[in-house]
């Protein structure tokens, strides 16, 4: 079955500091790959996504995620953190019109 | 444009009573869904549409129902709700298909008692 797993359900960084979350997928085929943002209260607002191509992908923010086939990977970072990246980060495929997302990854930043 | 708006932004109901979520988009997209969120869940895909007249099932679809008389509307339906339906629903749309980009709607938060 097809699944999306966030193994790290809380971060906690320092602001200033570098970020990677983690993404791995199960699919039978490459699927379309996203991530996520929702702050507290809100809806959710797209950083990136990958379809084909580069295998490394800038997003809004300052965020970039890699995709690695031998893997089955598309971790999410930033080179530096601001206080207001604090927020829930979700990992999600698409593939026929539906989408499975992760359980959230919620990051913390320190000041 | 408004983008995705839900109504009503907070609902409580008494289990077995019925209500509506309403979910419209002013951006003239044809791919629709609905999703719920509880926590340590993520999000979960309750119903989707590709267009007027079409739609289909989900990860998590018992309890709800749902059509699509217009491009703008995808109303989602609890016939009889159970303490089970507590949760944050979420609405999105997509200009054609569930590969591109979701645009979420604010989400109508429901307490089932």
């Known amino acids: 079955a097809q699944s999306v797993t966030q193994p790290d359900i809380h971060i906690t960084v320092s602001e200033g500091a570098s970020l990677e979350l983690r993404c791995n997928y199960s699919?039978?085929?490459?699927?379309?790959l996203f991530w996520y943002v929702q702050s507290p209260g809100q809806g959710l607002q797209l950083l990136l996504k990958?379809?084909?191509?580069?295998?490394l992908v800038q997003g809004i923010k300052g965020f970039e995620a890699e995709f690695k086939r031998s893997q089955s990977s598309f971790n999410l970072r930033k080179p530096s953190v601001h206080w207001s990246d604090a927020a829930e980060y979700f990992c999600?495929?698409?593939?026929?019109?539906?989408?499975?997302f992760g359980k959230g990854t919620r990051l913390h930043i320190l000041p | 444009n408004a983008g995705v708006t839900q109504t009503p932004k907070f609902q409580v109901l008494k289990t077995g009573q019925s209500m509506t979520l309403q979910c419209a988009q002013d951006?003239?997209?044809?791919?629709m869904s609905w999703y719920r969120q509880d926590p340590g869940m993520g999000l979960r895909l309750i119903h989707y549409?590709?267009?007027?007249?079409?739609?289909d099932q989900g990860e998590v679809p018992n309890g709800y129902n749902v059509s699509r008389s217009t491009t703008e509307d995808f109303p989602l339906r609890l016939l009889s709700a159970a303490p089970s339906q507590t949760s944050v629903y979420f609405c999105?749309?997509?200009?054609?298909?569930?590969?591109?980009?979701?645009?979420f709607g604010p989400g109508t938060r429901l307490l089932v008692l």
């Open positions: 999105a749309s997509s200009y054609s298909s569930g590969e591109e980009t979701q645009y």
């Open positions: 699919y039978g085929a490459t699927p379309y």
């Open positions: 990958y379809f084909s191509g580069d295998t």
């Open positions: 999600a495929v698409a593939r026929d019109d539906k989408i499975i």
């Open positions: 951006m003239n997209h044809e791919y």
């Open positions: 549409s590709v267009g007027a007249g079409i739609t």
